[in-house]
């Protein structure tokens, strides 16, 4: 286990979620965070994944499939993201 996955193991005991093989959305957050960093702004990718972590939890689905979803819904309007006064 390389310390990135460590660390996913260890917040989740700490912050006592029951998050069914967390290691395996590492990716998925990651690419949600690159979309973001890059299509909007640095700053926005940890903020995002903040929120992204808010609806998975107000949807009542805490699984894989459900963080995929609603990241990859987030990575396609990062994707066409256009500031307000472009």
């Keep these: 286990m390389n310390t990135l996955e460590l660390w996913v193991d260890t917040i989740c005991q700490e912050l006592g979620l029951q998050v069914e093989d967390a ?3 590492i990716p998925v957050v990651l690419d949600l965070a690159r979309d973001v960093a890059h299509g909007v702004a640095r700053p926005a ?9 808010l609806a998975v939890a107000g949807s009542g689905r805490l699984d894989k499939e459900a963080v995929q979803d609603l990241a990859a819904q ?6 066409h993201w256009r500031e307000p006064n472009e």
Excluded: D, E, Q
């Excluded at 990718?45 to 972590?53: K, M, N, R």
């Excluded at 987030?74 to 994707?79: F, I, K, L, Y």
């Design 23 to 25: 290691n395996a959305l």
């Design 45 to 53: 990718a940890p903020v995002t994944a903040f929120f992204l972590g």
């Design 74 to 79: 987030v990575s396609a309007a990062a994707g």
